[in-house]
């Protein structure tokens, strides 16, 4: 049993026994004092013998101490027994706001439970913080919503890759630990398995999701070695570099957009590895004419300049001498016959990734603005994607350079909002904000979003904004949630004294990764 600091001189002292306990932020703290507690006279003293801390704020009951003594514990969903000898000895509720079980220290409170005194299953000598977990699986599943709801496998490599640094408070071991399962990524991302794959052997569902066909492994880095430093470096061969983009179309959306959109065209540049991705209005010769032109045009503003492009049969006069006139070689799959153009392939991995992050779009998010979510869904599937050229970076990074969230923070695509309305925009009565949905970050603004606004029908770049989400909560906290935020990085500081430096991050990690997107959001 751990006594918190206001619980610690609790019942009757008993010569000092102390122990060591590891934390959550990997620090220690030792025992000030040994009591002997008054659970139920029904306990052996052993099982009733608790250790007090000063840096502790909940007093922690053990179970497997209860379990140890004869003593079955039930959890339900209104409350918790300790039952011996099919006899209840001990009774308490469960805490509605902290979802946490609580328990009397003491008899002589009549089986009362004082308030806010948390009941915490513990395994060996290790104290969590609730607030801990709480927040930091709130902090993964936003920021895996914020991304269109990779799947994990995806999204761990990307983080280990070092290609999402600027996430505040977003890691590997997080997401292992801390996030969710999602029903976003699922829908998807879940597929048929293979046949004849382990047959007799029973199959998960993230082994049927991590089943798509992922990019090729490339070769780490190699390293050269002199007298002076190390340099790394890629090796590719020339005859590797393919110089090649190619293009293609999906199917017909369900839903034709407020703006006549109705198909969505693909390149995929076999070099950098980026997926692009721009709505059309039909298969019309004109609107393949401007879908190509557009992304084209990116990837030359990116400084990649492909020599040869690939088409489907679906192709114009115009198209062919657009290419042409560009410096291009062209090549044209044989009909029925697609398995030439890498783009097919995108078209798979986009769409899957498109598809999870319209499932998480709010409920009221309306089905004619679908194609208002292409741009952040291309941003955050390149975010995801490896470049062939330097596979330490992401596609995005080749394309744009370094993602900064500080900078352009990104939130869940189609998550509800209020936009602020200016005092000499509004009529003295008026609202103080607008209803409207987030539908990317605004890369040429400091800390501005891009947002849809169904009154006007239209988009707006803004700076103040309030998010609603449906799906995932935002990593805020309530005034007791901060107070617990404060206390555990004041013992995390005095625990484990930095030197000075020019920043302040000093708390836990899940503390400070949540204080830095307050500050954003």
């Not at 996030?179 to 976003?184: E, N, T």
């Amino acid at each position: 049993m751990f006594l918190a600091n206001k619980h610690k001189y609790l019942g009757k002292a008993l010569k000092h026994d102390e122990i060591n306990v590891g934390v959550a932020n990997t620090n220690t703290m030792n025992s000030v004092t040994t009591r002997q507690l008054r659970l139920a006279p029904e306990l052996p003293p052993e099982a009733q013998k608790a250790h007090g801390f000063k840096e502790m704020e909940r007093s922690l009951i053990s179970v497997p101490v209860l379990c140890d003594a004869d003593c079955t514990v039930v959890f339900k969903k209104q409350n918790v027994q300790v039952i011996k000898n099919n006899n209840v000895i001990i009774e308490g509720p469960r805490d509605a706001e902290t979802n946490l079980w609580l328990m009397p220290l003491n008899n002589d409170d009549n089986n009362t439970v004082p308030k806010k005194r948390p009941f915490m299953i513990q395994l060996k000598h290790t104290a969590n913080s609730a607030y801990q977990q709480k927040s930091a699986s709130q902090l993964q599943a936003w920021h895996h919503a914020t991304l269109g709801a990779p799947v994990v496998t995806t999204l761990i490599k990307a983080i280990d890759k070092n290609w999402l640094t600027s996430f505040p408070g977003l890691t590997s071991n997080g997401i292992r630990k801390h996030l969710p399962k999602s029903i976003q990524t699922t829908m998807g991302h879940l597929h048929k398995v293979r046949k004849n794959l382990r047959p007799t052997d029973k199959v998960t569902t993230e082994e049927i999701m991590e089943d798509e066909e992922d990019d090729p492994d490339y070769l780490p880095p190699r390293v050269i070695k002199n007298r002076e430093h190390i340099v790394q470096v890629t090796a590719i061969n020339f005859e590797d570099l393919k110089g090649m983009t190619s293009s293609d179309q999906t199917g017909a959306f369900p839903h034709t957009s407020s703006r006549g959109n109705r198909y969505v065209m693909l390149m995929e540049d076999s070099d950098a590895g980026p997926i692009l991705a721009v709505a059309i209005k039909s298969r019309a010769k004109e609107h393949l004419l401007a879908g190509f032109i557009e992304m084209h045009d990116t990837l030359k503003k990116a400084g990649i300049n492909p020599v040869l492009h690939r088409i489907d049969n679906e192709f114009s006069k115009e198209l062919i001498e657009e290419i042409e006139s560009r410096g291009l070689k062209y090549q044209i799959a044989p009909r029925g016959n697609h398995r030439t153009i890498p783009a097919e392939r995108g078209i798979q991995t986009f769409k899957n990734h498109f598809i999870s992050t319209l499932y998480g779009v709010d409920p009221t998010f309306p089905k004619s603005q679908w194609d208002r979510l292409i741009t952040v869904a291309v941003i955050t599937l390149n975010m995801l994607r490896p470049s062939r050229i330097n596979p330490a970076k992401s596609a995005y990074n080749e394309l744009w350079g370094n993602f900064d969230f500080n900078k352009t923070p990104l939130a869940p695509p189609g998550c509800l909002i209020v936009a602020h309305e200016r005092p000499q925009d509004r009529k003295t009565w008026a609202d103080h904000g607008v209803k409207g949905y987030f539908i990317g970050p605004a890369k040429h603004h400091y800390r501005n979003y891009r947002v849809y606004i169904p009154a006007t029908r239209g988009e707006r770049t803004t700076d103040t904004i309030e998010f609603f989400p449906e799906h995932v909560q935002m990593p805020k906290t309530s005034s007791e949630d901060r107070l617990a935020s404060a206390t555990e990085d004041l013992i995390a500081i005095l625990q484990k004294p930095h030197p000075p430096t020019p920043f302040l991050d000093q708390g836990t990690k899940t503390n400070d990764a949540i204080d830095k997107l307050r500050e954003i959001f």
